[in-house]
């Protein structure tokens, strides 16, 4: 369950990050459509592991855990167009993208599902 936990609160908090991160670039940079795209895959990498932790069976708690690894890399995605595209700034994505690199967790934790079923 330490996991679980684990991934819980970090995706929790990377959640906290896209949204603030949303607010700036719609407010300050006028950017509505790809800062949008961030927001949905960004905090949905935390709903689906809250998703997973409730799930009723290991293949419900993979499933949910394969949908957040799948946004986690969605989210990379957006935040480096935003980097390509001069919406963020170096220091800002290299502070922000650390996180969905961190999705290796979430897929070790598909991994270990997956041996154990």
């Given at each position: 369950?330490?996991?679980?936990?684990?991934a819980q609160i970090k995706s929790?908090?990377?959640s906290l990050r896209i949204v603030k991160l949303y607010q700036h670039l719609?407010?300050?940079k006028r950017e509505f459509v790809l800062s949008k795209q961030l927001l949905r895959s960004g905090t949905s990498i935390g709903a689906n592991v809250e998703e997973a932790i409730g799930?009723?069976?290991?293949?419900?708690?993979?499933?949910k855990i394969t949908i957040s690894y799948k946004e986690a890399r969605e989210t990379s995605y957006w935040l480096r167009l935003l980097h390509d595209s001069d919406y963020l700034t170096g220091?800002?994505?290299?502070s922000i993208h650390?996180?969905?690199?961190?999705?290796?967790?979430l897929a070790s934790i598909q991994i270990s599902t997956r041996k154990n079923s």
């Open positions: 369950m330490k996991n679980d936990n684990t929790y908090e990377f719609s407010s300050q799930g009723c069976s290991r293949k419900d708690f993979l499933h220091i800002q994505f290299k650390q996180t969905p690199k961190n999705s290796c967790a």
